[in-house]
């Protein structure tokens, strides 16, 4: 690892902090946070009017204001602007916890389970409790590539701001030798998920590592792995904002999670005309995820350097950003007409997820007060995604506050694309906030490998196939010397139970088995027999077994004619 960097000590000449408004009692000004001063979390909820309105209002006056849900939302704050906080006529507190996590709180914890076969044994420095550092990230994808050269190519596709570190993204597929181009006229479906835009959100790189380990030793084992890579190219970039990660770091090792400490760094490390103290309510650089050439400036963003919501002085100024932009123009071709109005095709192809933390929430565009013209798909995708994970779901000023210049605004503005943002990790208790004991992983990845593998099927055709039912419990068990029996169960009600704009369920009417090949390569579809009536069913085909085991391919309709994602079985070998 490169010496650690300080950013308080290399960029603060001075302290100061924002003022943070009292709307209707006057105003005041917090004291600067001392170097041992806590930070607060507060739960907070409008004496009236909008969640949104609230929101803008708390970033406007400097508050560093994230996730919520419920009619409520989230504000840290160093203890000496509490009180200004609390004091504020436009809101009631309905609770505060003290984040006092020290960094080797957390025990570590067992990473040869988490690692793949082929790197089994293999080190990687760690830090608060077993997240791994930046460092480890860019030898863990270099060694992924090597262990695995047929399921994964690593692509560089920029350099951070600082120029310090290359800004990476794995490709993994079947014959990723071969394939894994950047440009958007391939034959696969291609998926994208990146992590940690937002430097303090250590669990959002850690999900991205534990899929990228499932999916390499999935592959050749597990039946629905192994076709989606067949089929789809899973773009994995674990952390977009490598120079605020490093800060992080540093910050935690340094001076624990102190409301001066680095460890609070949300944004990149570009200083550019002010001076910040640094800390949980004022930074320098800017906020990645306001900075995207989609509704730049709009509602939720700041003019103001030390926001932590910081905009940046145009579109796309920063080069973490810029290069995405170039990424994702590389890796989908555009699928939406000129004219906003325009939906993009009910044939499109691709999604994309960007993970934050935490609220556990499921959101899609727009995050202004508009609709998207895909709307029905895109919600319909979130709450099937929310099924697995139990997230609330919905579109951010539904459910939260409005976001402008977002990544998965640009994805999908710019392209068509599906895309959806899932803040990782509840509200309050243990596993709480951007710093959660490393231990809270196992429970994270536990609610999302599911709710991920989702979004990788449904990327085919996520506007139609999200629509239509989705498939649990698929079986294929030998019936004799010579034959076996697919079965799956279909269900159209596999919606999550939180949000705004859950769809209504249909029956399911009809089943069906690829064999020989996924569809559209050379797979020959069989109708299955649906058993029983209603939202959920269970479909059956007996099918004759071959020499060796075979892949087949399962999907479901509903009364509405959506045929939703496919998975797939292993039909054992001739016995």
């Not at 009236?48 to 919520?68: E, H, K, N, P, T």
């Not at 992590?195 to 592959?219: F, N, P």
Request: hydrophobic letters at 40%.
């Amino acid at each position: 690892m490169r010496a650690p960097r300080s950013v308080r000590a290399a960029l603060v000449v001075a302290l100061s902090v924002p003022a943070f408004a009292l709307a209707g009692v006057g105003s005041s000004v917090a004291a600067p946070p001392t170097s041992t001063e806590a930070v607060v979390q507060y739960q907070v909820r409008p004496t009236s009017g909008s969640v949104d309105a609230l929101a803008q209002r708390l970033i406007a006056a400097g508050f560093d204001v994230y996730g919520g849900g419920a009619g409520s939302i989230f504000v840290h704050a160093p203890e000496s602007a509490g009180d200004a906080l609390a004091a504020r006529d436009d809101l009631t507190v309905l609770g505060e916890w003290t984040v006092s996590r020290l960094p080797d709180q957390a025990a570590p914890a067992n990473q040869d389970a988490i690692l793949p076969a082929r790197l089994d044994g293999d080190a990687y420095e760690t830090f608060y409790g077993g997240y791994r550092t930046n460092d480890a990230f860019t030898q863990f994808l270099g060694d992924l590539e090597a262990a695995y050269p047929d399921l994964v190519q690593v692509v560089n596709y920029g350099q951070s701001f600082t120029g310090d570190n290359p800004l990476q993204v794995a490709c993994v597929t079947a014959d990723a030798d071969t394939g894994c181009q950047l440009t958007p006229d391939v034959a696969k479906t291609r998926f994208l998920l990146v992590g940690q835009i937002h430097a303090r959100e250590l669990t959002t790189s850690e999900m991205a590592w534990r899929l990228l380990s499932r999916l390499v030793d999935g592959y050749g084992q597990a039946a629905d792995v192994t076709a989606l890579l067949d089929t789809t190219e899973v773009w994995i970039a674990p952390q977009l904002n490598p120079d605020g990660i490093e800060a992080v770091q540093t910050g935690i090792e340094e001076n624990g999670l102190a409301s001066s400490s680095d460890a609070w760094q949300r944004k990149n490390l570009h200083q550019r005309t002010k001076t910040c103290p640094g800390g949980s309510s004022s930074q320098i650089g800017v906020d990645l995820n306001r900075n995207f050439d989609s509704n730049w400036g709009g509602p939720g963003t700041s003019t103001n350097e030390c926001n932590l919501t910081y905009r940046g002085p145009v579109a796309a100024s920063e080069p973490e950003t810029d290069k995405l932009q170039d990424l994702l123009l590389s890796l989908f071709e555009d699928q939406r007409g000129p004219d906003p109005a325009d939906p993009a095709p009910r044939t499109t192809s691709g999604a994309m997820i960007s993970l934050h933390s935490f609220s556990n929430l499921v959101l899609f565009p727009y995050g202004d007060s508009r609709h998207t013209p895909n709307d029905a798909g895109l919600r319909s995708m979130g709450f099937r995604m929310s099924h697995y994970n139990g997230y609330e779901t919905g579109e951010p000023d539904e459910i939260l506050y409005q976001v402008s210049g977002s990544t998965d605004d640009f994805a999908y503005e710019q392209l068509g694309i599906a895309s959806f943002t899932y803040e990782i990790g509840p509200g309050s208790g243990n596993c709480s906030g951007f710093h959660p004991p490393y231990t809270c992983q196992d429970m994270f990845w536990a609610l999302n490998d599911d709710a991920l593998l989702y979004g990788v099927a449904a990327a085919r055709q996520p506007y139609t196939m999200a629509l239509g039912p989705t498939l649990t419990g698929a079986t294929a068990t030998p019936s004799g010397a010579n034959r076996a029996v697919v079965a799956a169960t279909a269900n159209d009600a596999a919606y999550g139970q939180n949000g705004v704009g859950r769809p209504s369920a249909q029956n399911v009417v009809a089943g069906r088995v690829f064999v020989g090949g996924a569809p559209g390569a050379g797979g020959q579809p069989k109708a299955m027999t649906v058993v029983g009536s209603g939202t959920s069913v269970t479909l059956r085909k007996t099918l004759p077994r071959q020499a060796t085991d075979q892949l087949v391919y399962i999907q479901a309709r509903d009364a509405a004619g959506n045929w939703g994602p496919l998975t797939a079985v292993w039909l054992p070998a001739l016995g």
